[in-house]
């Protein structure tokens, strides 16, 4: 809760900029100031004919030269006062309706006590297929970054068979890492083991394994679930990925 503004009412997209404006006491512009440097002077048609077209084009460059200065003048005052005190009649309207400042606070039915991953994260129909109630009673916010992950990250490109998640996330973290797309190193010690012989006779001898590497690891694919819920749990969300497929191979 921020003040008297309940964080879950801005969890439908519908509501978000109601509610944060419900929150504002009073909005009003104090200073509107505009300089000019100069004016274009204004070209003028559409007349039935050429020639009026000319005569009132005419008319219009002799006054913008003779009022030109007294109108560059006025601007900033036209701005201060008239401009000003328009906006502001259109802003204290615009608060003034109940609808466009209202903030309903959400009703979710949390049954146990529970939230139902399947109503926040799912849209209404994917809901409903996966037992839900489907009546979004959390808002939409969480379903719409999840649709937007999924579109971006879990999908997989047709012509590959990956996931877009490798070209997006892993291929690059993977050139910062390595310099080398798609492989991981390892440049420090991985596993040391020194023996020291102890009597004559005994030899030392150490074993090290180091400057590892895996290669191909942007070879995330389907199936890929990133919280997805399940169907019939409410309460339960999968999380899993193949990688090594579609002829690029693990290699270490």
């Given at each position: 809760q921020i003040s008297n503004l309940k964080l879950g009412s801005l969890f439908d997209q519908?509501?978000?900029?109601?509610?944060?404006?419900?929150?504002?006491?009073?909005?009003?512009?104090?200073?509107?100031?505009a300089n000019a440097e100069s004016i274009i002077k204004p070209t003028i048609d559409g007349f039935i004919d050429s020639g009026l077209d000319?005569?009132?084009?005419?008319?219009?460059?002799v006054a913008m030269t003779a009022y030109n200065d007294s109108i560059l003048r006025a601007l900033p005052g036209i701005f201060q006062s008239k401009l000003r005190v328009s906006l502001n009649k259109?802003?204290?309207?615009?608060?003034?309706?109940?609808?466009?400042?209202?903030?309903?606070?959400?009703?979710?039915s949390l049954g146990d006590g529970f939230?139902?991953?399947?109503?926040?994260?799912?849209?209404?129909?994917?809901a409903i297929s996966a037992g839900g109630s489907?009546?979004?009673?959390?808002?939409?916010?969480?379903?719409?970054?999840?649709?937007?992950i999924d579109d971006m990250l879990v999908e997989y490109d047709p012509a590959t068979g990956l996931s877009k998640i490798n070209e997006a996330v892993i291929t690059p973290i993977t050139v910062l890492q390595s310099g080398i797309p798609g492989t991981y190193l390892h440049s420090e010690d991985l596993f040391t083991l020194q023996l020291n012989g102890t009597t004559s006779g005994m030899i030392n001898a150490g074993v090290r394994i180091h400057n590892a590497r895996v290669k191909n690891v942007d070879s995330l694919s389907q199936p890929l679930e990133l919280?997805?819920?399940k169907d019939s749990e409410p309460f339960i969300v999968d999380n899993g990925f193949a990688i090594g497929t579609h002829g690029k191979s693990l290699i270490a």
């Open positions: 519908d509501q978000i900029m109601k509610c944060l404006l419900s929150t504002i006491w009073k909005m009003e512009i104090t200073q509107l100031i000319d005569v009132v084009n005419t008319g219009a460059q259109m802003i204290e309207n615009y608060f003034n309706d109940p609808g466009n400042v209202s903030c309903p606070a959400l009703q979710p939230i139902d991953l399947r109503d926040l994260l799912l849209n209404p129909a994917d489907g009546l979004s009673p959390y808002g939409d916010i969480f379903s719409k970054v999840k649709s937007i919280l997805q819920p």
